[in-house]
Each structure stands twice: as C-alpha cells, then as structure tokens.
C-alpha cells in the first residue's frame, strides 16, 4: 500500500471514524489502525501530522500538514536539494555532491557556482560494542518484576562480546520470533527470560510502566496481537534499564536505532532486535 492511499484511509478515518475495508472486524487491526490515526490530525480542514519533540512539553507540539499530492512533494523535494531558487545563497545554504542530478539529470549545463564550496554530505560512521544482555542482568530483571517474569535460561548470543560493529552493519544472526502481532513483546521477554511465551507478563509490565506517564494512552495496547510501537521500545529501555537497539530501515537504507533509559549513567547491557519489513520483530544474537 503506497503513502497516498495510506493517509487517504487515515484521514477518512480522522472525519467518519470508518475503518477501511481490509481492516474488517479485527479487533487487533482496528486498534493498530487507530494507534497510527492518533499520529494525526484535522486541522483548518487539512491533515496534519502531530509532531511532539518532547512528550513531556505540550507547548513544543507542532502540527505538520501531510502532502499527499505527487507533484507537491516533488516540488518541496527539488527545494531541498537545490534551495527555494537558483540564486547562489539558495544553493550554498543547501547544495550537496549529486545535487544537480536530483534536480535535473539529463542537464548539460554547469550548475550556479555557491558562494560557499560544497564538498559534500557524507554519512557518518558510527562504531558501536555487541554487548548482549547478560545472564545477570536477566535475572535482576526478573526478580525485581516482583516475580511477575521468571528466569528460564541465557537467551544468550552466538556471536563475539565486545565485537565492534558500524551502525550500518547488517545483522549476521537472528532467533526467530513468532509472528502473532506479539512479537516485539515476544522478542523482550526472550531477551529477558530465555522464553518467548512470557510475553504477556512483558506487555503488562510495560503497560504499567506507561501508564504512570497521564499524556499516553495504553488501552488498546494492553489487548492481544496489538503491535508494539516506538514508544513501548523507549519505554522497554526505561523501565528495563538496558539499551534497545533496533536494526530497522531509515529512509532508502538500513541502519541500527539505539534507544537508551534517560538519564542514566552509560549502559552496556543490551537487547538486539531486527525490525523485519517493518512489521515483525525477531532477537538479534550475531553481528
């Protein structure tokens, strides 16, 4: 399904509260369906994007309007890559290696020379330790979870500890995690416990954890098969003390997400997941 019809369902949804046709009565699916919807908005009769910097701080929530119209979206793209004009600010204050192949391909002709010399934007290169969650670490989890989870066995990695890896380096191995709308719960309490099956305790607690937070909203999310989302990571990171991080694809290309527990000291132990298709979670445990 392509962005267009995506966001024509959810702003159906946002004026009718009708659910699209393929959502059907799927109790799981109508609440995936309303969890992205609560991403938007209508506003002076356009649909907007919520976007909230710090959830913390309601006066920083801005409301972006969604292009949905093809032609727009290029055009702001265009603008992007070569500046609002052609003057040589406009290409200085935006212009990086390949720009004049994005705005026009077959061109010829020399581009505007800046005023500023762009030499290029180039990825920056992280280096991060594989330091998988250790047996230790697990059973204080689970004994400080008020033996809501029960230690089972070292959900342990195959691959090297303290290996280096970029954040750009795919993930060699992984244990496959059930795919029921469970997964990334499923996946944390392998993580955690050494057992997948655990994974309602883990939803609970997580639940429990947000909820103390009057700003979200966990209903839905307590129910059975409703995906996990960015916020139940963060909130995993949190409340478990331990690094989440996600192999997920950013854009055009795939790179590691790591989300840490605020404001505490520098963590090693971490939870590995692979983000697959952008829908199923499975537990990274070689890189």
Not at 214 to 219: F, H
Request: aromatic letters at 8%; hydrophobic letters at 35%.
């Amino acid at each position: 399904m392509d962005f267009n019809t995506e966001m024509d369902e959810v702003e159906e949804f946002l004026r009718s509260k009708k659910y699209p046709v393929h959502i059907g009565n799927n109790k799981g699916k109508k609440a995936n369906f309303r969890r992205k919807c609560q991403a938007f908005t209508i506003q002076d009769d356009f649909l907007k994007y919520v976007h909230k910097p710090n959830r913390k701080d309601i006066t920083e929530v801005r409301f972006l309007r969604v292009i949905k119209d093809r032609q727009y979206q290029l055009d702001i793209e265009l603008a992007s890559h070569r500046g609002s004009g052609y003057s040589d600010e406009s290409v200085a204050l935006v212009g990086h290696v390949g720009r004049e192949k994005v705005v026009d391909p077959s061109s010829s002709s020399d581009p505007p020379s800046p005023i500023v010399q762009i030499i290029g934007v180039q990825q920056q290169e992280i280096i991060y330790k594989f330091n998988p969650i250790t047996v230790v670490t697990q059973r204080a989890i689970c004994n400080n979870s008020g033996g809501r989870l029960i230690f089972k066995k070292k959900s342990g990695p195959s691959g090297k500890i303290n290996k280096t890896f970029k954040n750009t380096s795919e993930p060699l191995a992984v244990k496959v995690i059930k795919g029921d709308g469970n997964c990334f719960f499923r996946s944390t309490a392998f993580a955690i416990t050494g057992e997948e099956d655990q994974h309602p305790v883990v939803r609970s607690l997580i639940c429990d954890f947000l909820s103390t937070n009057e700003n979200i909203q966990v209903d839905s999310m307590r129910d059975d098969k409703v995906w996990g989302t960015t916020t139940e990571i963060i909130a995993a990171a949190n409340m478990f003390q331990v690094n989440v991080c996600v192999w997920a694809k950013f854009g055009s290309i795939h790179t590691w997400h790591i989300h840490s527990p605020k404001g505490s000291k520098i963590i090693k132990d971490s939870v590995y997941l692979e983000n697959n298709a952008g829908n199923h979670f499975n537990v990274v445990i070689r890189v």
